[in-house]
């Protein structure tokens, strides 16, 4: 029984909880990301999906992904990760490769919606937004690495609630410019 426990944790700590945080599946370079959001009904994000797209970079990476927010006014261009499963007792920590901007990155924290059966891999309509970690705003003008943790250490009473209800994170990108990302890592750290 301790061995199978030993053996289950040992999947986290270190790995990448993040599925294709390269862009570089050869079937699907946005494969595990959500870019479409008109299931959601909110016509900002109608035709997100347009303005977020995988591109090669020459002479710096393979692929990168370009989330461009260029020409919305004030709603951007987002995408999010596959959800990700959270244990309300793990710490865990995204590192981010991105240039351009200005961007802002964090966890989002999701719980089931009322009345959907809980399944291994959730749909992004099948879950409800109830937490975000401390946003990184970033601009930058060539490539740099980003790091940001969830959930935030000294949490109020509220945000204590609110994390609570999680279930599932996503790291959450959004931009309001030309924005590139890639190698995009979660890990759980305890």
Avoid at 70 to 82: F, I, L, P, Q, Y
Avoid at 140 to 169: A, C, M, N, Q, Y
Wanted: net charge positive; glycine share 10%; aromatic share 12%.
């Amino acid at each position: 029984m301790l061995l199978a426990g030993l053996l289950a944790c040992a999947g986290y700590a270190g790995d990448n909880l993040c599925e294709n945080g390269s862009f570089d599946d050869p079937s699907d370079p946005l494969k595990a990301w959500t870019a479409d959001y008109g299931w959601t009904g909110n016509t900002f994000y109608e035709d997100n999906y347009r303005r977020v797209s995988v591109v090669p970079q020459e002479g710096v990476k393979r692929n990168v992904l370009l989330v461009d927010g260029r020409g919305t006014k004030d709603a951007g261009t987002k995408v999010e990760s596959r959800p990700i499963p959270f244990d309300p007792g793990g710490r865990y920590r995204c590192t981010v490769q991105f240039k351009g901007g200005p961007a802002r990155m964090y966890f989002a924290g999701y719980a089931w919606k009322p009345g959907v059966r809980p399944t291994e891999k959730p749909e992004p309509g099948q879950l409800r937004p109830v937490y975000k970690s401390k946003a990184e705003i970033q601009h930058s003008r060539s490539w740099r690495t980003v790091s940001f943790g969830f959930p935030l250490k000294d949490l109020s009473d509220l945000g204590r609630r609110h994390l609570e209800r999680v279930r599932f994170i996503t790291v959450y990108i959004w931009s309001n410019g030309e924005t590139y990302v890639d190698d995009v890592e979660v890990e759980r750290l305890n």
